[in-house]
């Protein structure tokens, strides 16, 4: 069975930073396109980035660009969000998801999510 | 990017009822484009995919159709653990983009 657990989210001051993690099983994680995306309070879900199978093409929402960095451990089965200089406007819920093969594929399994919170 | 529009922004249903759920896109995204089901504090789970591809392990009741920038999710008989907010994606081009949801309560 395919399992996504995010871990790393939690209380952060305006213009810092977090790792996020993301720990998974179940699958062949370097078969597949990695995903983040995010849930602002009372707001619907928004892709924030991507990386391929390799890890060396990463992908990022213009909201996060040059503000964050998506990496992948293939021997972990792990894949990381790193943010900094956050805002309020980062406040969400944190999900990784599982691609597919191609970028074009639906995201076919979802994590929990973990909680970010950018507060003074 | 391409802009998704989901329309009702909510609806009130009774169980056994048919629920229909539309998707606009900004600009063709055929085939791309997926459905998913979120409920509160739970993962995202996928329904949907290619159009009308029906994910492993979802119910027949779900369906979904379309093609080019319009699309329809539907629920042929509106179940108790159905109540829920749902979400179209086109995974087309990038960024990928969801439409704003569309939440099913219990009437």
């Not at chain 1, 879900?45 to 990496?71: C, E, F, H, Q």
């Not at chain 2, 391409?2 to 169980?15: D, E, G, K, N």
């Not at chain 2, 629920?75 to 159905?82: H, K, M, N, T, W």
Request: one cysteine or more; charged letters at 15%; aromatic letters at 12%.
């Amino acid at each position: 069975e395919v399992h996504l657990v995010e871990s790393g989210g939690g209380l952060v001051q305006p213009g810092g930073s977090l790792r996020l993690s993301c720990a998974t099983s179940g699958f062949t994680f370097s078969d597949y396109w990695m995903y983040w995306a995010r849930q602002a309070p009372g707001t619907g879900l928004m892709w924030v980035s991507r990386i391929n199978i390799g890890g060396t093409i990463p992908t990022y929402a213009d909201s996060v660009k040059g503000r964050v960095t998506i990496s992948r451990d293939n021997a972990k089965n792990t894949m990381y969000l790193q943010m900094s200089n956050l805002t309020v406007e980062d406040t969400a819920v944190y999900y990784c998801a599982k691609g597919g093969q191609y970028f074009t594929s639906p995201w076919d399994s979802w994590g929990q999510g973990t909680l970010v919170t950018v507060s003074s | 990017d391409i802009q998704m529009t989901q329309s009702p922004s909510s609806l009130s249903a009774s169980v056994g009822d048919k629920v229909t759920i539309t998707c606009r896109a900004s600009q063709s995204v055929t085939p791309n484009l997926n459905w998913y089901q979120h409920k509160p504090g739970k993962a995202p789970n996928l329904l949907i995919y290619a159009t009308s591809t029906l994910q492993t392990g979802v119910p027949s009741r779900f369906s979904g159709s379309g093609s080019g920038t319009d699309f329809t999710l539907t629920i042929s008989s509106l179940q108790p653990e159905d109540f829920a907010t749902y979400y179209c994606q086109q995974s087309y081009r990038t960024p990928p983009t969801f439409g704003q949801g569309t939440r099913v309560e219990n009437k």
